[in-house]
């Protein structure tokens, strides 16, 4: 299963309105290198306006931290976009952290109430030892970003099946956010049926909401139908496959 994080005001590649979250969490953890924040995510909204993100020191030495906030974005292209931004307040800045200790970041916002959410991610960065003079080696250095939205009062969680297309031996599709908040959708799955309705192929869609078609299975098929499950719901949508495409 494929499970991204759909945002109202965001690009995706060859669509329009997704935000992609990817996180490795344990237990509600994120774990780099020798150190791990928590939470994975933070949710501000008019109702709590500032939160606090907690970062461990794993390692058994002293560890330096640089904290950066950025405005998340997403380019068509699948890249992560990131703006400066004055929207969010934190403090500290710097961290020093002795083996086994753990500092919080408090994270607030300026914005008032917003009628579409916005996303940010806080980044915490691991910075050279102070003195490194008696350091061996290569010591790689770990930078960990963490989602922070901002949810309006009223949230809508609304999903649409967009653009349908075929070109190059590959079948493209849209996926929509028409509500104001980011979604989590459940499966996806692309069926291919022939013209009597017998179904030719199953497939998960790639990051890029493409699937690959080889020429043969392109002159027997019909119709497609992507289907998309969100918040319980199953949204589906035929496109019906024009025969010239097939000919090459």
């Known amino acids: 299963m494929h499970v991204w994080s759909f945002c109202r005001q965001h690009a995706v590649p060859a669509i329009a309105t997704i935000l992609l979250c990817c996180v490795l969490a344990v237990a509600g ?37 640089q904290i950066g906030v950025f405005e998340w974005d997403q380019s068509a292209d699948g890249e992560m976009v990131l703006n400066p931004t004055e929207d969010l307040i934190f403090y500290p ?9 753990q500092r919080n970041i408090r994270i607030g916002t300026k914005q008032a109430a917003v009628s579409t959410e916005k996303s940010y991610r806080i980044f915490v960065e ?3 030892p102070a003195d490194n003079t008696q350091q061996k080696g290569i010591r790689l250095l770990t930078k960990m970003g963490v989602p922070v939205f901002i949810q309006p009062i009223k949230q809508l969680v609304q999903a649409e099946l967009g653009e349908m297309k075929m ?43 493409s699937i690959p078609i080889s020429p043969r299975e392109c002159k027997q098929l019909h119709d497609l139908t992507v289907e998309l499950e969100v918040e319980g719901k199953t949204l589906k949508q035929e496109f019906a496959v024009p025969a010239q495409v097939c000919q090459s």
């Open 29 to 65: 953890m994120a774990r780099a290198g020798t150190f791990q924040v928590n939470p994975i995510r933070i949710t501000l909204s008019p109702q709590s306006t500032s939160a606090l993100l907690a970062v461990q020191n794993d390692g058994s030495e002293t560890s330096r931290f």
């Open 93 to 101: 800045k710097l961290l020093t952290i002795e083996p086994g200790d």
């Open 126 to 128: 691991e910075l050279p």
């Open 167 to 209: 070109g190059g031996n590959e079948f493209f599709f849209e996926i929509k956010n028409t509500g104001n908040v980011h979604f989590f959708p459940g499966k996806i799955r692309v069926l291919g049926k022939d013209i009597t309705s017998r179904i030719l192929l199953e497939r998960a869609p790639q990051r890029k909401f």
